[in-house]
């Protein structure tokens, strides 16, 4: 009995292994999918309300689609600008700080620190990343394209898919279970990326601030890049405040200067995400901050930056079908983080 339950534990081991290699092998289908069934979830409710205003459902899918365009392009140009003003200025400004370096070198050895063992700087490898950055910035443009046939074809078709399921749920409860675990996860995820984007407006303007006051160069890219990055918890609130603690550290050349950045950025996104942002959320969308962490490094270990995007509405949605179905729900209840009701 024992070899067996050992067997099948081993089983499911290997199944999953092969299931997460088969999903970051198949990237470059499924996260244009993953990404345009967030962004139906998200523009459904729009198509909807026109169609039940009289407007013709041909003229209301374009409507919503212009609408999920201008949102989708305003995003994705804001994520441009904001890294490639910064990789240009790392760019241009190779050469001082390649000089930069040299000088710090110099000041260590006047005062007997050997710096033999210091990670070597070279401007070449700094504009090697900021052109990297700059390549991975253009591959964006195609990545819209092939989402937005996906969100095409998804909004035309999920009015007669959830017509389906409820019509199949009058004689099989599981379609109906499926049909309002759908229903369920596009209001909660509408919820998430609604305070999402009000929690990026609130630190892009905070981070624009403090830079601004501090005195530090591209104040507005920062602030631009912390909007954009805030929709990724944990690495992007962290690369938000590694990118202007570098900076800090190559415009102003003291270590404490860097600290004192660092401290402050950490304070605005620890404020936003660990104290404002679960209060706007409310209990509706309590999940165990562990699974949250692990669904984000997950989804960048498999998709890199958009899955780590993806990862917790992922986790949402699995979690509220969970919910819906009896044999499940345990799933639920054990990983949403709350306390057992009594």
Same mark, same amino acid.
């Given at each position: 009995?024992?070899?067996?339950?050992?067997?099948?534990?081993?089983?499911?081991?290997?199944?999953?292994?092969? @299931?997460? &290699?088969? *999903?970051?092998?198949?990237?470059?289908? #499924?996260?244009? !999918?993953?990404?345009? /069934? =967030?962004?139906?979830?998200?523009?459904?409710?729009?198509?909807?309300?026109?169609?039940?205003?009289?407007?013709?459902?041909?003229?209301?899918?374009?409507?919503?689609?212009?609408?999920?365009?201008?949102?989708?392009?305003?995003?994705?140009?804001?994520?441009?600008?904001?890294?490639?003003?910064?990789?240009?200025?790392?760019?241009?400004?190779?050469?001082?700080?390649?000089?930069?370096?040299?000088?710090?070198?110099?000041?260590?050895?006047?005062?007997?620190?050997?710096?033999?063992?210091?990670?070597?700087?070279?401007?070449?490898?700094?504009?090697?990343?900021?052109?990297?950055?700059?390549?991975? @910035?253009? &591959?964006? *443009?195609?990545?819209?394209?092939?989402? #937005?046939?996906? !969100?095409?074809?998804? /909004? =035309?078709?999920?009015?007669?898919?959830?017509?389906?399921?409820?019509?199949?749920?009058?004689?099989?409860?599981?379609?109906?279970?499926?049909?309002?675990?759908?229903?369920?996860?596009?209001?909660?995820?509408?919820?998430?990326?609604?305070?999402?984007?009000?929690?990026?407006?609130?630190?892009?303007?905070?981070?624009?601030?403090?830079?601004?006051?501090?005195?530090?160069?591209?104040?507005?890219?920062?602030?631009?890049?912390?909007?954009?990055?805030?929709?990724?918890?944990?690495?992007?609130?962290?690369?938000?405040?590694?990118?202007?603690?570098?900076?800090?550290?190559?415009?102003?050349?003291?270590?404490?200067?860097? *600290?004192?950045?660092?401290?402050?950025?950490?304070?605005?996104?620890?404020?936003?995400?660990?104290?404002?942002?679960?209060?706007?959320?409310?209990?509706?969308?309590?999940?165990?901050?562990?699974?949250?962490?692990?669904?984000?490094?997950?989804?960048?270990?498999?998709?890199?930056?958009?899955?780590?995007?993806?990862?917790?509405?992922?986790?949402?949605?699995?979690?509220?079908?969970?919910?819906?179905?009896?044999?499940?729900?345990?799933?639920?209840?054990?990983?949403?983080?709350?306390?057992?009701?009594?």
């Amino acid at each position: 009995m024992a070899g067996g339950d050992g067997g099948r534990l081993a089983m499911g081991i290997c199944a999953t292994i092969l @299931l997460a &290699g088969a *999903v970051s092998l198949a990237e470059p289908v #499924l996260a244009p !999918v993953a990404f345009a /069934l =967030l962004v139906v979830a998200l523009a459904w409710p729009v198509q909807h309300g026109l169609q039940a205003r009289g407007i013709p459902a041909i003229l209301a899918l374009l409507v919503t689609v212009a609408v999920t365009l201008v949102v989708l392009v305003v995003l994705a140009l804001a994520a441009g600008w904001g890294f490639g003003r910064v990789a240009r200025w790392v760019i241009a400004n190779a050469g001082a700080l390649q000089a930069m370096y040299a000088q710090k070198l110099e000041w260590l050895a006047e005062r007997g620190i050997a710096a033999d063992g210091l990670v070597q700087f070279d401007s070449r490898w700094m504009v090697g990343i900021a052109q990297a950055v700059l390549g991975q @910035l253009q &591959g964006i *443009v195609g990545f819209l394209g092939v989402t #937005l046939v996906f !969100v095409i074809l998804g /909004l =035309l078709e999920a009015g007669v898919a959830a017509r389906q399921l409820a019509r199949i749920g009058r004689d099989r409860p599981g379609a109906a279970h499926l049909l309002q675990g759908c229903i369920e996860t596009a209001s909660k995820l509408r919820t998430y990326m609604g305070v999402r984007t009000i929690m990026s407006i609130a630190t892009g303007i905070a981070v624009w601030a403090f830079a601004r006051a501090m005195g530090l160069d591209l104040a507005l890219e920062w602030g631009v890049i912390a909007f954009v990055l805030n929709y990724i918890p944990f690495i992007g609130s962290l690369l938000a405040t590694l990118f202007p603690t570098i900076f800090a550290v190559l415009q102003f050349g003291t270590w404490q200067s860097a *600290v004192f950045v660092f401290l402050a950025l950490q304070g605005i996104q620890f404020l936003s995400g660990s104290t404002i942002e679960p209060r706007l959320a409310g209990a509706r969308l309590a999940m165990s901050p562990f699974l949250v962490l692990v669904a984000v490094f997950l989804g960048a270990f498999l998709w890199g930056i958009p899955g780590a995007f993806i990862g917790v509405p992922a986790l949402i949605a699995g979690l509220t079908l969970c919910e819906q179905f009896p044999g499940s729900r345990w799933v639920a209840q054990l990983l949403s983080g709350k306390e057992p009701s009594r």
